[in-house]
């Protein structure tokens, strides 16, 4: 490429189209204008550094993998990862299907996706639905979920949870004994969900990748 706006635009624009999200969803997380996305998409203006990192974060890439020139490695190696054939919600706490070793499958995902994740053999794929989290992951969206140590947790980590056997999505943040499940939502019916540590509260992952599947 012949310059870094060059190489950041076509990272950049590359793994949106990747992720199926379209220009205002990535500019509602960073809290910039759209147009401020379609000049580095159109290779018109460079990010700040800060907001750079805030884009591999979301990603959940390197921060090499948008400012650097991948053209000469293999972008498109992909390995396998269980895949659970079921849906979590993103909207309201919802019972999940149990699923069994026999019905649980294998989806191939592109290490370009998964990023510094690709490695890693904890992570499982499954499927959401529901709008609670659609500023960041829209409504049929693949996520990768990786299993955590709770003590590795932040505020502000998006994980999978459960109450009993009810399942979702949401951002987590922990306040002395109180555990905070926050959604992400255009939608203002949605709200914070709020339990106690001594709560059977089952925190299955954090999420690291998710990518939309359109019909």
């Known amino acids: 490429m012949s310059n870094q706006r060059e190489v950041f635009s076509k990272n950049l624009k590359s793994l ?12 509602d997380y960073l809290g910039i204008s759209e147009m401020s996305v379609s000049n580095w998409v159109n290779g018109l203006k460079y ?4 907001n750079i990192q805030k884009m591999a974060d979301y990603f959940g890439v390197l ?7 991948k053209n000469k490695e293999p972008l498109f190696t992909s390995r396998a990862y269980k895949y659970y054939p079921t849906a979590i919600s993103a909207g309201l706490p919802i019972d999940v299907h149990a699923v069994t070793d026999e019905e649980v499958e294998t989806i191939q995902i592109p ?7 690709a ?11 529901g709008d609670s989290m659609n500023k960041i992951m829209p409504d049929g969206s693949l996520i990768a979920v990786k299993p955590i140590n709770l003590l590795d947790l932040k505020n502000g980590d998006v994980v999978v949870f459960s109450n009993d056997h009810e ?5 987590y943040f922990k306040q002395g004994d109180r555990l905070i499940f926050r959604p992400e939502s255009d939608n203002k019916e949605f709200y914070d969900q709020i339990y106690s540590v001594n709560d059977n509260i089952t925190i ?8 939309v599947i359109h019909d």
């Open 16 to 27: 949106i189209e990747s992720r199926g999200i379209d220009q205002r969803i990535l500019a």
């Open 119 to 129: 490695s890693s053999k904890e992570v499982f794929i499954t499927k959401i639905y």
């Open 47 to 50: 990010p700040r550094m800060g």
């Open 204 to 211: 299955h992952g954090k999420v690291v990748m998710h990518n």
């Open 167 to 171: 399942y979702s999505v949401k951002r």
């Open 111 to 117: 290490d370009v996706l998964m990023g510094k994740h």
């Open 63 to 69: 921060k090499s993998d948008i400012i650097e020139d």
